[in-house]
């Protein structure tokens, strides 16, 4: 079972990866498991608290089966999550890269292993199993980069995942082109701060180079990135995505707030105005932008001024979604310790007000689509008897199923909204 982010859903592919080589089979329900790994995510108190419950869950459905837990919750907690009944072995985030040879061990003493704090010293890229492709027979993930040297006030990455890493550029061509030769018609990029990629290599456009490299490898596939920090948005970088006819795009830029004081205080080396610069230059460059954003509600000392200002930035904005969090607080990081903490009612209050700010702004972007064309891409899943599929901007898109549609690329004239995205009918097939 995986909790948490993209990164963990790669993650656990290759820890598959690695129990498949040696023979083992996958099966559907815990219940027939010999063996049951939770990938965990620590990002919230949330977060962690779904994983105590999984693994209670995981235990009703077998109590015979041996539990392994991986991931950040793995390293974070590993004496409390050794207590949970059924739970055979804790790996950390390093360790989880040789899995069975800490499996052998448990199997040769029959005690349970704790396995974690290799990744403070994961300071460069290690190789990773090739993966056949993640997300179905249509998209794929490609990871090229993990951890992050960036210490945001409020985030305890760093800790769990240990310093920026970045596949070089080379190693990242190939494994796009072997998962495009495979018949992916979608490549997306992803990593724990995907910005960040080529800091480590002392590359400050790194990510502008990686993405100019992909964009040379024929085929009719597209590129998306996941989500990209704000100081990887450049001049460059969105001249790259505006020309090419393969890099989607899309940007998901966690803003985390549109309020100055606050952005200082959860260091983040970025100010309103160079978002309002990353907008207008991207909507100088083409229309069709799809935005995505993650806002962070109720950090330490925001005050109804400061998320006001957040609230009315994203009002005025072509932003078309947001991912709304409250701000919680994890032991380790420096925001712990800021003054000016906010009452659980104050922060759902704020959750509340940008909820109904994303529905706005989901609408306007659905709307702006009216009666227009758009690319699509349509993976084998339905919405109330109607194909689903995203358009380059991420534009989720229903048409009325026919023969031969998944994972192809079609034009689609926009008809009406529908109440997730919008409705359409084929304007002209592309040759496969
Ligand atoms: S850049 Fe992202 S992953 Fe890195 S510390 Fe900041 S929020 Fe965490």
Redesign the pocket.
Known sequence: MTLGCKLNQYDSEMVLAQFRAAGCETVENASDADLCIVNTCSVTTTAERKVRNTLRSVYRKNPKAKILVIGCTAERTPETLSGFPGVIGIVGNAEKEHILEIIKRYAESKTPVIEVGGVSQSVKWTDQVRLDGLLGRTRSFLKVQDG?S???TY?I??KLRGRGRSQPISEAVDHASYLIDKGFKEIVLTG??LG?YGFDFEMSDGLTRLLVALDKIPGSHRIRLGSV?PWAVTADFLRVIADSERICPHLHIPLQSCDDSVLRRMNRRYRVADIREILDSAFRLREDWGFGSDIIVGFPGETDEQFENTRAFLYDSRISYLHVFPFSSRPGTAATKLPGFIESGLKQNRVKQLAALDAELRKRFYERHLGKSCRVLFENRYVNGLLAGHADNYLDVYIVPSPGLIGKHVEVKIEKLSTDGVEGALHEREEP
């Open positions: 992050c960036q210490f945001c985030c990455v760093p724990c701060a960040t920090e």
